[in-house]
């Protein structure tokens, strides 16, 4: 079983930068297609980002020139670089993974992050 764990939220300044982190256990890291979702209070979960396999990405339009998803898979980990933050980026943040380019199965519980204004 795939297990997912997030780090590197916290409480910035808009304008600022954060660099997320997800790193996975238990299964062939290598086979799996990533991505970044976030869910803000009281809203929907949305996608963020997502990384395919040979490293194509695809990105929200919000996320679009400011955030930059990667991979590393000698290290099983999955980034999430966010640039130029905004007030409306605050949520929690989560990774998700699965083997289909379109369907996540595995999650992880999420790291908050929070820009003020």
């Known amino acids: 079983q795939v297990q997912l764990a997030e780090s590197g939220g916290g409480l910035v300044q808009a304008g600022g930068s954060l660099r997320l982190s997800c790193a996975a256990s238990?299964?062939?890291?290598?086979?799996?297609?990533m991505g970044w979702f976030r869910q803000a209070p009281g809203k929907e979960r949305e996608f963020v980002a997502r990384i395919s396999l040979t490293t194509s990405t695809y990105y929200a339009d919000s996320a679009k020139g400011r955030f930059t998803i990667s991979r590393d898979n000698a290290k099983n980990t999955v980034y999430l670089q966010m640039n130029s933050l905004k007030p409306e980026d605050t949520a929690a943040y989560y990774c998700?993974?699965?083997?289909?380019?379109?369907?996540?199965?595995?999650w992880g519980q999420g790291t908050q992050v929070t820009v003020s204004s």
């Open positions: 998700a993974g699965g083997r289909q380019w379109l369907k996540f199965d595995y």
């Open positions: 238990g299964g062939t890291f290598s086979l799996l297609f």
